[in-house]
């Protein structure tokens, strides 16, 4: 047995990125432990759950990224919900894109991707929709899981389940290197204050927005949004409705997410604010009249690990044996199967997708590659 498999793999950060990771290396036989400070602080606990590489309007490689994950995310909830007996609630419900005008719609860059849609057809598919918007895009392929009350509880029981060690309360302090530079170990601080020493031959960087600060080299920055719920009335929407700026998600059980806000300057400031709460009410009464009667359940904000380009780091950090899985921007749900699976292969010895690992390397900002 090698000393990597004797030495738990260290997943920094309990999110859903590196909840999602660590279940796929546990599935893999691989002893894990999982370091989380505030896991209820992490972006896959406060985001909207939409599963939108078309609807987003992405392009070039973080589409075709968003594309494979869209693939695989049945077959990776199928295995969450075999391995924690629970539901994660995915929907295959569809998205659609309100335009004001043919033209924009025309100009969208995922268009071909989508059903056209009149403004006849979009009140089909939209009973209720505001006066301003002429025409849409259906992406039915789209949709949408609940992260916040059930992907992110079956992914913590189905880790549980299969072994992974869990030191909630605890953050990471700094990372150790050999003498050649390579990851050793972590100082870590735990919920009592205590400090200690974890070696470990290998881990992952999943620290979301956070990142930044325990390798200063990576260019990953908050993104704060905010956003809110309503109770609507049940099947009131089926759709999923991607305005600009302002989204809205239904559950099956009437709720609506209404998000976000895109707070690029707010760094780590913490709580609602009134002008971003204006700013999504305006935004629901634009997209759903009706909407701005609805019982308003909960408000609450997060933090998007945003990165220059808007796209991930991953594969390997600037410290050999630490590897990245961070600066998912808003579509780290999206993401998640996709980053878990390639994530665990190369920890695993097995390098499928070097594509995605060059592609989405840390230094593509200052640094050219073949």
Request: proline share 6%.
């Amino acid at each position: 047995m090698s000393q990597t498999e004797r030495t738990p793999t260290l997943i920094l950060g309990g999110g859903l990125m590196g909840l999602a990771i660590a279940h796929q290396l546990a599935r893999r036989g691989m002893a894990v432990r999982v370091i989380s400070r505030k896991r209820r602080e992490a972006a896959g606990f406060v985001a909207a759950g939409m599963l939108a590489p078309h609807a987003e309007g992405l392009s070039g490689a973080l589409l075709q990224l968003g594309q494979t994950s869209l693939e695989l995310i049945p077959r990776w909830v199928g295995q969450i919900e075999v391995d924690s007996g629970l539901s994660c609630g995915l929907r295959a419900c569809g998205i659609v894109v309100p335009f004001r005008s043919d033209g924009e719609r025309t100009q969208y860059p995922t268009a071909r991707y989508g059903l056209e849609l009149n403004r006849v057809e979009l009140e089909q598919e939209l009973p209720g929709i505001g006066p301003s918007w002429s025409s849409g895009l259906l992406f039915e392929q789209d949709g949408q899981i609940d992260n916040r009350r059930q992907l992110m509880r079956a992914l913590e029981r189905a880790c549980v389940s299969l072994g992974v060690q869990f030191l909630e309360g605890s953050h990471v302090k700094d990372i150790q290197r050999d003498t050649f530079g390579a990851l050793s170990g972590v100082v870590m601080k735990s919920a009592e204050g205590d400090e200690c020493l974890l070696a470990c031959q290998q881990a992952v960087l999943a620290c979301g927005a956070w990142s930044h600060q325990l390798i200063p080299e990576l260019n990953v920055f908050p993104v704060k949004g905010q956003m809110l719920s309503l109770q609507g009335p049940r099947e009131a929407l089926k759709r999923v409705i991607f305005g600009p700026g302002t989204y809205m998600v239904p559950r099956e059980d009437g709720l609506v997410v209404v998000g976000a806000t895109s707070e690029r300057h707010a760094g780590f400031e913490e709580g609602l604010t009134p002008d971003g709460q204006k700013q999504l009410q305006a935004g629901l009464e634009s997209l759903l009249p009706a909407a701005a009667g609805w019982p308003p359940m909960e408000r609450w904000w997060g933090f998007r690990p945003c990165t220059p380009d808007e796209a991930p780091l991953l594969g390997e950090s600037p410290i050999p044996r630490l590897w990245l899985a961070c600066g998912h921007h808003r579509n780290g749900v999206l993401l998640a199967a996709i980053t878990a699976q390639i994530t665990a292969e190369a920890l695993s010895g097995i390098n499928t997708r070097q594509d995605c690992l060059d592609e989405f390397r840390w230094d593509r900002f200052t640094k050219a590659h073949p």
